[in-house]
């Protein structure tokens, strides 16, 4: 099965950048569709960011576009959070999840129970 491991999170000023990865393990992923997810304190788990298998279909929350990017590099079995211009309200764990429901689709799905496997999470805090 799939393993995933988020690495890159941090402490970053308002206004700053930082890029989150999600190391896939176990078998690739590149056939699935990916998902990052976030988490606040006394937060829902919301949709931040979404690619399909072959990265050619995107989709992002209202709350991030314009600032995050998500890419993948299936070579590497990794996806990758872009986060730019980043402000107090995207403080939270971030997760990366792996859609094994339609491999090879263009589906983005936005909802948490349509991934199937979790990484643990790296938290992403934004000072103000």
């Known amino acids: 099965q799939v393993q995933l491991v988020e690495s890159g999170g941090g402490l970053v000023q308002t206004g700053g950048s930082l890029r989150v990865s999600c190391a896939a393990s176990g078998r690739t992923v590149s056939g699935y569709a990916m998902g990052w997810f976030r988490q606040a304190p006394g937060k829902e788990r919301e949709f931040v960011a979404g690619i399909n298998w072959s990265g050619g279909r995107t989709y992002y929350a209202d709350s991030v576009k314009g600032r995050f990017t998500i890419s993948r590099d299936n070579a590497k079995n990794t996806v990758y959070l872009q986060m730019n211009s980043l402000k107090p309200e995207d403080t939270a764990v971030y997760s990366c999840?792996?859609?094994?429901?339609?491999?090879?689709?263009?589906?983005?799905?936005?909802?948490?129970?349509?991934?199937?496997?979790w990484g643990q999470g790296t938290q992403v805090t934004v000072s103000s």
């Open positions: 999840a792996a859609d094994s429901s339609a491999p090879y689709s263009i589906v983005v799905r936005t909802t948490p129970t349509a991934y199937s496997t």
